[in-house]
C-alpha cells in the first residue's frame, strides 16, 4: 500500500527566513509526487509535481522541492518565506501509471511577521 | 487547468435530512472524485464518479449514504444521505484533466453542518 507521512503538524517561521516543510513516501515502483496548498475556506491548490526527471522542481509562488529517491522524500522548500505563504500544506503521492493518489495528513505553516 | 465550481458553498442541515452537491467543470476532463475533509485534517478519498456508470467506493463508503451521479463529462453531484452529525465535514470534488500521474485540481469545497 503506498503512503505519505508529513512529520511536524505545524511549521513556525520568521517572515524572510526559509522554509522547509517535510514530506516521505513510501510507494511500489516509481513514484509521482504533488505539493497542494489549502488557504482558508478554499480549495487544494495545486503547487508543483515531480513525476520523472530532474530532482529539483521548482513550483507556483517560488516554492520548489527536492525529490531524493534514496531518503524517499520530498521536501517543499522555499528561500525567504512570506506572511502569506501561511497555509496549510498537502503532499501527495502515488504510483506511476495510478490515477489515485494519497495525500500526508497536512502540516500548518505559520510564517511570522 | 480547468475551473471548478461546487455549490453549495456550505450549508447548515437537520439531521436525517439529505443534501445533493453539484460540481461544474468548465471543460471536459477525464475522472472526477469526491472527497471529505475535517476541518483542517487531510482528504479522505470517497469515491471516483464514472461517466455513464456506477461510481466506484472507496472502503468504508456505500452508495446507499453516498449516491454519486455523473451524467456527462462535465458534472457530478453527490448526496450525502440521511445526514447524522458525524457527516458534518468539508466534502470536496476534484478532477483530473490530463491522464495519469497528473494533478487533480480541486473546487473550493461544501462545508456541511448537520444539528
Known amino acids: 500500500a503506498q503512503s505519505v507521512a508529513q512529520p511536524e503538524d505545524q511549521v513556525n517561521v520568521a517572515e524572510g527566513n526559509p522554509l522547509t516543510v517535510k514530506c516521505t513516501y513510501s510507494?511500489?515502483?516509481?513514484?509521482?509526487l504533488f505539493w497542494y496548498v489549502q488557504y482558508p475556506n478554499r480549495g487544494l491548490q495545486f503547487l508543483l509535481k515531480?513525476?520523472?526527471?530532474?530532482?529539483l522542481v521548482k513550483g507556483s509562488y517560488g516554492f520548489e522541492a527536492e525529490f531524493n529517491k534514496s531518503q524517499t522524500s520530498f521536501h517543499l522548500k522555499k528561500p525567504s518565506a512570506l506572511v502569506s505563504d501561511s497555509a496549510l500544506y498537502f503532499c501527495a503521492g502515488g504510483q506511476t501509471g495510478g490515477q489515485n493518489f494519497v495525500f500526508g495528513p497536512g502540516t500548518r505553516l505559520s510564517v511570522l511577521p | 487547468s480547468a475551473v471548478i465550481s461546487q455549490k453549495p458553498s456550505r450549508d447548515i442541515c437537520q439531521r436525517g435530512t439529505s443534501l445533493t452537491i453539484q460540481c461544474q467543470v468548465d471543460?471536459?476532463?477525464?475522472?472526477m472524485f469526491w472527497y471529505r475533509q475535517q476541518p483542517g485534517q487531510s482528504l479522505t478519498l470517497i469515491a471516483t464518479a464514472n461517466q455513464g456508470s456506477e461510481a466506484t467506493y472507496e472502503s468504508g463508503f456505500v452508495i446507499d449514504k453516498f449516491p454519486i451521479s455523473r451524467p456527462n463529462l462535465t458534472f457530478s453531484t453527490l448526496t450525502v444521505s440521511n445526514m447524522s452529525p458525524e457527516d458534518s465535514s468539508i466534502y470536496l470534488c476534484s478532477v483530473l484533466v490530463q491522464g495519469p500521474n497528473q494533478p487533480q485540481h480541486f473546487g473550493d469545497g461544501t462545508r456541511l453542518s448537520i444539528l
Open positions: 515531480y513525476i520523472t526527471g530532474d530532482n
Open positions: 510507494v511500489s515502483g516509481n513514484p509521482y
Open positions: 471543460s471536459q476532463v477525464t475522472m
